[in-house]
């Protein structure tokens, strides 16, 4: 998580740099800042719902398996394939977070 937050930051300070225009002047676009500020978010969010997702699935494959002892392969089966899922998802949202900085 620390790291993440790390990155969310980096990136989000790389995109907030001033931007040279054509003539050779030094013009700042901020318009960058909102952009990788926007991106850390997206991108923070991404991997927190991810964390908590996957907390939810560990904890309920572990109370199901107390419950049921003899389905704790299938259940951990279960477990694995929906907590791969969760984090496609949050991998993807983060992918898409920092796409879109070089826009």
Do not use: C, H, W
Not at 36 to 53: C, D, E, M
């Amino acid at each position: 998580m620390k790291n993440t937050v790390t990155l969310a930051i980096l990136a989000a300070a790389s995109a907030a740099a001033p931007v040279v225009a054509d003539t050779g002047a030094a013009v700042a676009d901020y318009k960058g800042m909102g952009v990788g500020i926007g991106a850390g978010i997206v991108g923070g969010l991404a991997v927190i719902g991810a964390g908590l997702g996957i907390g939810r699935i560990g904890a309920s494959a572990n109370e199901s398996t107390a419950r049921q002892p003899e389905m704790g392969g299938r259940i951990f089966t279960n477990m694995i394939l929906t907590a791969a899922l969760v984090e496609g998802v949050a991998l993807f949202a983060v992918v898409v977070s920092l796409l879109g900085i070089n826009k």
